[in-house]
C-alpha cells in the first residue's frame, strides 16, 4: 500500500506551512504502507540535503514526452539510493529528482522546473519511472483540491495568513472536499449547498456523528 505523503513534514512528526499527512515512520511502522513525500522549499534543510546530492553521478533515469493543454512537456526523472548517504529522514530509501521542461505551443515560452522527493520504497520496489508516475498523481490530486478549494471556498483571498491558520484552514477544506465526495457529492458546491439547507443536522450526519 502506498500512502502518498505531501507537504512540509519533519521527521519529528512537526509540520509547517502546508497540507500534512500522516508521520512518514507511522505509515512504515504502524500501517505497513509506504510513502512518497514531494520535498518543497518550505522544508528548507531536507530540501538542502535533497538538492546537494550527487545528482551528476545518477545512472537510474527516465525520460517522458507528451503534449496535451497547449503545452509540450518533458520530464527527466533520476532515482538515487540513500541508505548510505546519512540523509536524516525516516526509513529514507530513494531520493528522487524530477526536472520538468514545458514548452507553451503558442508562445514558444520555455519554463523549467525542478522538484525532489523521498520515498522508503527501494530501487528493487519503485525504478525511476515509477517514482515519476507516483510523484505526477500526487501533483495531479493537490492542484485537483487546490482548484476545488480555490474556486469554492476562495482560499486564494482568505486573510488567515499568521501562525498555523493557513495550513489548519487548508486541512478543514480538505475534510469537508473529501468528505462530500466520500458522501457521492460530484459536486463540492452544489454538496455544500445541500448541506447548507439543513445545517444543525447534515453536517453531522455527513461526518457520522447526528
Keep these: 500500500m502506498l500512502r502518498r505523503a505531501t507537504g512540509a513534514l519533519r521527521p519529528d512528526g ?6 500534512c499527512p500522516a508521520h512518514p515512520a507511522r505509515l512504515v511502522e504502524e500501517k505497513k504502507a509506504h510513502y512518497l513525500l514531494v520535498v518543497k522549499a518550505n522544508q528548507p534543510e531536507l530540501h538542502r540535503q535533497l538538492r546537494s546530492l550527487p545528482w551528476k553521478d545518477v545512472t537510474a ?18 532515482a538515487l539510493t540513500v541508505t548510505d548517504l546519512g540523509l536524516d529522514f525516516p526509513h529514507a530509501a530513494q531520493a528522487v529528482r524530477i526536472l520538468r521542461y514545458r514548452t507553451n505551443l503558442t508562445t514558444g515560452v520555455i519554463s523549467r522546473q525542478t522538484a525532489y522527493a523521498i520515498t522508503d520504497l527501494t530501487s528493487h520496489q519503485a525504478s525511476p519511472r515509477r517514482l515519476g508516475q507516483l510523484a505526477r ?24 495568513r499568521t501562525g498555523h491558520g493557513p495550513e489548519n484552514m487548508a486541512t ?16 463540492i458546491a452544489a454538496g455544500i449547498r445541500h448541506v447548507s439547507y439543513q445545517p444543525f443536522t447534515r453536517p453531522l450526519a455527513l461526518l457520522g456523528i447526528a
Excluded at 14 to 19: I, L, N
Design 137 to 160: 498523481s500526487q501533483w495531479t490530486i493537490e492542484n485537483r483540491l487546490h482548484f476545488v478549494r480555490d474556486t469554492t471556498f476562495a482560499e486564494d483571498a482568505s486573510k488567515i
Design 172 to 187: 478543514l477544506r480538505n475534510l469537508a472536499i473529501n468528505t462530500l465526495r466520500a458522501a457521492g457529492h460530484r459536486n
Design 61 to 78: 533515469r527516465r525520460y517522458d514526452r507528451e503534449i496535451g493543454h497547449g503545452r509540450r512537456e518533458t520530464r527527466a526523472t533520476r
Design 14 to 19: 512537526g509540520h509547517g506551512h502546508g497540507r
